[in-house]
């Protein structure tokens, strides 16, 4: 991959998700960061690994500990992270997203 792009609102809900952690435990925060910059280098290194849950997107869960996952799509050398999702929290919200 060339490069990792995370759509507005992706970025917006992983920075949420960050000071929510952070709110708690700065402990916790880290862990989360790290997570997902871990999950990020895995995507990066084998993109088509993770299952895909439509045409076009893919989705790659965090550590257990973090209930989230990345869903994704890859356009050509560009990775655009779509969302920083919730596992309960409104299914499939993210799907007018371009």
Same mark, same amino acid.
């Given at each position: 991959?060339?490069?990792? @792009? #995370?759509?507005?609102?992706?970025?917006?809900?992983?920075? %949420?998700?960050?000071?929510? !952690?952070? %709110?708690?435990?700065?402990? @916790? @925060?880290? =862990?989360?960061? %790290?997570?997902?910059?871990?999950?990020? &280098?895995?995507?990066?290194?084998?993109? %088509? $690994?993770?299952?895909?849950?439509? &045409? &076009? $997107?893919?989705?790659? #869960?965090?550590?257990?500990? #973090?209930?989230? $996952?990345?869903? !994704?799509?890859?356009?050509?050398?560009?990775?655009?992270?779509?969302?920083?999702?919730? $596992? /309960?929290? &409104?299914? /499939? !919200?993210?799907? =007018? /997203?371009?």
């Amino acid at each position: 991959m060339d490069s990792i @792009a #995370f759509h507005p609102e992706a970025a917006a809900e992983f920075e %949420e998700a960050l000071c929510w !952690y952070s %709110e708690r435990s700065e402990q @916790a @925060a880290k =862990g989360f960061d %790290e997570a997902v910059s871990n999950a990020l &280098r895995q995507i990066e290194q084998a993109p %088509e $690994h993770w299952p895909l849950i439509d &045409r &076009r $997107h893919r989705l790659k #869960f965090l550590e257990k500990r #973090f209930p989230y $996952h990345i869903i !994704y799509r890859v356009d050509d050398d560009l990775l655009t992270v779509i969302a920083v999702a919730h $596992h /309960r929290r &409104r299914p /499939r !919200y993210w799907q =007018g /997203r371009q």
